[in-house]
């Protein structure tokens, strides 16, 4: 479940920051170590640093000079620590910039200016944490879930889909082709039932959405009920079977289903039940989601063979 954009903090505005980032100009990759950074970085994500490239960033914004003021074209600062900072721009922009300000479409536009512009040379991000863009990618969903013009939405989409792509190769170890890494995680409810949920990114880039709950006793009926619900509300049922032991027993359900969200996108979503326990995989590609069930079941068996 996403975090409220609400609860992220709003650190005290101060010059400081782009004065002493700007000392770190890029000397090349791996020159300039996090530690060495990341005092500066801090400071850059909670001051006038990011709040200053976003107003340069806005389309329509008051240019000056000599006492002439004029309509400037949206452009990204040329300023090339920006680049080092990488996932951490959206950090700064979530402690800088008020929650009712974020979906405004001239700070959306200016943030996707920004975020291609940060993530178009990958080597210069000097700190690890900011190589992966976990928080990147949470920024941008959120934005597309609350912006309502399709063209702002289709931006949003490709930027999303251009910063996977230039991360990529970086936020995936060598030899490990189907590491998933975790986005984000947190309680929520679905049709009444609380669920812990989990996020995953997949070495292509697409977004997987784990659904875990515990529903009713012990004999399953609760829970095998809650799944069966969830099949006929889909807009397509593409398989239903039991789950057998090795015995032949029925041990459980399991269904794979279309559903379809309020704005007509497609996603698969693989529903497991076995006994209490209820579990939900979702992707816009089945490809991908039936990938990372075996991945999981392949997780979940070996955990239960060292207990």
Known sequence: MRVSICTFAF?????????????????????????????????????????????RAMPGRIASAGGVGWIADAQPPDWPAMKMLGDGLSVGVLKTVSPKDLTKPEFVKAYLLLIRYVFSEPKWIVCPEDKTPEITVFLLDYLREK???????HQIDSTKQYVLNQTKVDSKPSGDEGRYTQVTSGLGILDGVSTALYSYRAPDGEIIVTVKATIGSADGVAAKDFHQRIDHSAAEIVKQADILDESGKVIGYRSVLTLVDKDGKKSTAIL?????????????????????????NEAMAAKHAKQ
Do not use: H, M, W
Request: charged share 15%.
């Open 272 to 296: 497991i039940t076995r006994g209490i326990d209820f579990l939900q995989l979702t992707c816009a590609s089945a490809a991908d989601v039936l990938a990372f069930e075996d991945n999981y």
């Open 11 to 55: 650190l005290v505005l101060t010059p400081l920051a782009q004065a002493q980032l700007s000392t770190f100009g890029p000397g090349g990759p791996g020159q300039i170590s996090c530690k060495d950074f990341s005092a500066s970085r801090n400071l850059a994500l909670g001051n006038t640093y990011v709040r200053q490239a976003l107003e």
């Open 147 to 153: 912006v309502t013009a399709e063209e702002l939405q």
